[in-house]
T-cell receptor
């Protein structure tokens, strides 16, 4: 059973470009979470989604960031008009259901904004 | 809002020595508690979790943690450290309710000396 998959693993963008990060949850998991890890810091929650629904986006910046988890296909975290401060590791996690379920983390996408 | 404190940014121990990593949380009710390990350039792997019941929790790789409600702590321990344990360790808290986000501490970097 494949784990959580994220691609690309490394992404380089110039200021003003768009970044698209993809996350495929584990088989049988319908809950997806996105976290951001800045250098020398812990992970910060961004958004929690179920299929076709955003459940909690309290950690998402108000502008330029959006997330989706369509009925078919991976979850996508989209960052428009990237700035240097967006450089970070972005981790996706998935769980089967419920708070009691473990969140399984992907390897992350390391975004560098030049 | 809940918070997690890991007071030790960096810990160095000799191989074979015992280890204790500290974690304190702030939350009004009994939280769900987790310890994750992150190797360089990798995602997070769950070591152990506490939801209820026995306050001493056994995890993978020989780790254990003890939930102490009176001290709001969930310290991670290992009786004999191996060189392969060198990594960054994160304590996290999850809360009940509709939001299933995890709140992470800032991490403790473990160095193991030969």
């Amino acid at each position: 059973n494949a784990g959580v998959m994220q691609n690309p693993r490394h992404l380089v963008r110039r200021r003003g470009q768009e970044a698209r990060l993809r996350c495929s949850p584990m088989k049988g998991h319908s809950h997806v979470y996105w976290y951001r890890q800045l250098p020398e810091e812990g992970l910060k929650f961004m958004v929690y989604l179920q299929k076709e629904n955003i459940i909690d986006e309290s950690g998402m910046p108000k502008e330029r960031f959006s997330a989706e988890f369509p009925k078919e296909g991976p979850s996508i975290l989209r960052i428009q008009q990237v700035v240097r401060g967006d450089s970070a590791a972005y981790f996706c996690a998935s769980s089967r259901s419920g708070l009691g379920d473990e969140q399984f983390f992907g390897p992350g996408t390391r975004l560098t904004v030049l | 809002a809940q918070s997690v404190t890991q007071p030790d940014i960096h810990i160095t121990v000799s191989e074979g020595a015992s280890l204790e990593l500290r974690c304190n949380y702030s939350y009004g009710a009994t939280p769900y508690l987790f310890w994750y390990v992150q190797s360089p350039g990798q995602g997070l792997q769950l070591l152990l979790k506490y939801f209820s019941g026995d306050t001493l929790v056994q995890g993978i790789k020989g780790f254990e943690a003890e939930f102490k409600r009176s001290q709001s702590s969930f310290n991670l321990r290992k009786p004999s450290v191996h060189w392969s344990d060198a990594a960054e360790y994160f304590c996290a808290v999850g809360i009940s309710g509709s939001a299933r986000q995890l709140t992470f501490g800032s991490g403790t970097q473990l160095t193991v000396l030969p």
